[in-house]
Structures are given as C-alpha cells and as structure tokens.
C-alpha cells in the first residue's frame, strides 16, 4: 500500500502551467494477531517512529515498525521525559570544553556543551534530545538555559582574572527562527554584563542548508552587535562556501571526521589545508575539533589553527577551564 501511495505521488501534477512532483514519507506498524493490541496513542506513536526512520534515511520511502525501532521508541520516550523534567527542575547540565591556541598553548575560550541524564543517572545522547526538543518545541527553552549558564559562567572568567576569554554556544536552525531571537540574545548579554565581542553562537552546516530568510536576518543582526558566528561540522553538509558567502560567517570549525585521519591521510591532509587557508584568505578564525593525539595537535598547529579535543581538555565544569590557563 505505501509502495503504491508513493509510485501514485510521483507522477507530475500540473498547476498554473507549472509541473510539480509530490514526494511522500511513510511510516507503517502492522499489528500482529497473536500480538499485545495497543491503544491509539501507541499505534500512532509506533507508525510515527517508522515515519521519523524513514525520513532520517532519505525521505521518500516506507520503514515497518520493528523491534528496532520499539527499543528505539523507549529509549526516546525516556529521553523526552528526562528533558520535560530537567527543563521543569533546572536540572540541565552545561559542561565546557576548552579551545586552545596550538601554536601557544594558551585557552581562548570555551564551548558550552549540554547534558542530559535520566533519573537512573544514564547520560542521553545530544544528538536524540536535542531533535527531541526541536520536535516538541521546547528547544527554545533549553537554548535560552544554556546561553544565560554560559554566559553567566563566561562573566564569571572575566571576573576572575581571564577577561579575554570567549564563550560558544550551539544553536538550532529551528531557534533563530523564533520572532526576536536576536533580541534575546543580546538581552541575555546585557542582562549579565557581558560584551557581545565574547560570545560566538554555532551553527551547524546540516542545520543552515534550509537556512529562512528570519535566520539570515537574526545572524546579521547579531553579527552587527559584536557577536562571533562560527560554522560548525564545516565540510560535512552541502554548499559550504555558499553559506560562507551568504552569512556574516566569523569562524569555520573543521569537522571531527576529518580531524580522525590526521596526520597520515591524504584525503583528510588536503581537505584540513584547504580549509585552513580559506579560513586565513576570509581573515576567519578556524577551530579543530576532536584533537586526540600530539601527532594531530602538532600538524593542526603548523596550520595555525586553534583546537578542542580530549588532548587539550575533556568538557568539565567552569572552573575547570581555569585551571588549564598557561
């Protein structure tokens, strides 16, 4: 049924003399007789999840709920309950992990990184509550706690001593578009008496490829107030440079995929020098990530890039960060 819901779909629809083709994603749970019958709610959230598969696989296809995708379900629906109840509680976690000059040595800043456990204390994946959040609409909420956090903890630097370091903070595509995201912001900034020159916002290239007019607009205003942009995961989504070129873009920061071949593969090798010397060409700052070895810190830095990785410093609380300064 979905194979024919999609081959019908496919054939091209003419409207106002224009030829348009309809794709379709299709999530299937096939209820078994000898099986446990659900309710509704549950039927619907098992198609669902077949639905969400199928779309993370491309699009345009069908995925049958199976028992893959029913742990997948509970451990999605553990996660989503952990988020509502630290985001009710104030429980989220901000960890930060250091950036570091590889030529000197010397930490320039730190990325704010998000944490989330359950209450039997197991850590979930960013990666699944934070899609979570932007599926539920509470990514907003959880972006605003870890801006003010990092903030805070960045006036807090300052306060003792390092004045000079920066704060980052990733950002979902999906925030930027919320009316007066600029505005938060920079409210949040003034609000903790931190200069906007001392905050870079990340985002990642998958997220910018649907990138809203509302978001270009956002970025530049805040861009025009001081604060650093960064391109994160940089070579890893589609049309890099079209973004570099179209956004008020500070900074790239290369991917660890790329990083991990270091120092002994071409590929790897070529793709990193390119990057770098874009990144010199723009006046941009670049940023390794993922640095494990003295063999990697050592090419990145003949580079002159700057770096984050276990190497230089595992995510830890604020006050580890000052412990690192050289």
């Not at 997220?207 to 007019?213: G, K, N, Q, V």
Request: glycine share 10%; hydrophobic share 45%.
């Amino acid at each position: 049924l979905a194979a024919r819901i999609e081959r019908h779909l496919s054939d091209p629809l003419v409207v106002n003399g224009e030829e348009l083709v309809v794709t379709a994603s299709t999530g299937v749970f096939v209820q078994h007789p000898d099986g446990e019958v659900p309710d509704i709610d549950e039927l619907m959230h098992r198609a669902g999840q077949a639905l969400r598969r199928a779309k993370a696989a491309g699009k345009n296809r069908h995925t049958v709920f199976d028992m893959g995708l029913h742990l997948e379900a509970g451990r999605r629906r553990s996660a989503e309950a952990a988020l509502r109840h630290a985001l009710l509680a104030d429980e989220i976690e901000v960890a930060y992990q250091p950036v570091v000059d590889l030529g000197s040595g010397v930490v320039l800043g730190a990325e704010a990184l998000c944490r989330l456990r359950t209450p039997d204390g197991e850590q979930v994946s960013p990666a699944l509550f934070i899609d979570i959040a932007e599926e539920n609409g509470s990514i907003g909420a959880l972006g605003h706690l870890v801006l003010e956090r990092a903030v805070r903890q960045c006036v807090q630097w300052h306060a003792a001593g390092r004045a000079d370091l920066h704060i980052a903070v990733n950002v979902s595509a999906t925030q930027t578009t919320e009316k007066g995201y600029a505005a938060g912001v920079l409210t949040v900034l003034s609000q903790a008496g931190l200069s906007p020159k001392h905050l870079i916002l990340e985002l990642t290239e998958s997220a910018l490829i649907d990138a809203s007019p509302t978001t270009v607009a956002a970025l530049e205003s805040l861009r025009a107030a001081g604060v650093g942009i960064a391109i994160d995961d940089f070579g890893t989504g589609y049309a890099s440079l079209r973004y570099v070129q179209q956004l008020p873009v500070t900074a790239l920061k290369i991917d660890i995929s790329f990083t991990r071949g270091l120092p002994h593969g071409r590929q790897e090798q070529a793709i990193v020098r390119a990057v770098a010397q874009l990144a010199r060409t723009l006046e941009l700052a670049c940023v390794a990530e993922g640095i494990e070895t003295s063999e990697q810190r050592d090419f990145l830095a003949e580079l002159g890039v700057c770096g984050q990785g276990y190497l230089l410093g595992r995510p830890g609380s604020g006050a580890d960060i000052l412990l690192l300064d050289t």
